[in-house]
């Protein structure tokens, strides 16, 4: 069974950044259209940035300019740079293929907040 791991969140002030990462046996990311999604508090899960097999990206609106899927095919590691933190991003954040075919990591919590 593919288990999905999740790090990296963390408590930042906003306008900062951090760097989500997504590790996974079983499963080559490079193979997959990959996602990060997140789920904040009495929220659905949400979709907020996609990455292809041929590496193209997409992202929510309301992230767009500001977070950068990427993927790194060696560690297969799939990334999710936050810069620009509002406190609107917290939420747990959690990686899956896209269309959601694994069960669910744990996720990483974000909690961006003065």
């Known amino acids: 069974q593919v288990q999905l791991v999740e790090s990296g969140g963390g408590l930042v002030q906003p306008g900062g950044s951090l760097r989500l990462s997504c590790t996974a046996s079983r499963i080559r990311f490079s193979l997959n259209t990959m996602g990060w999604y997140r789920q904040a508090p009495g929220e659905q899960r949400e979709l907020v940035a996609s990455?292809?097999?041929?590496?193209?990206?997409n992202y929510a609106d309301s992230v767009k300019g500001r977070f950068t899927i990427s993927r790194d095919n060696v560690k297969n590691t799939v990334y999710l740079q936050m810069d620009s933190l509002k406190p609107e991003d917290t939420a747990v954040y959690f990686c899956?293929?896209?269309?959601?075919?694994?069960?669910w990591g744990q996720g990483t919590q974000v909690t961006v907040s003065s």
């Open positions: 899956n293929t896209l269309p959601m075919n694994l069960s």
């Open positions: 990455l292809t097999r041929a590496g193209s990206t």
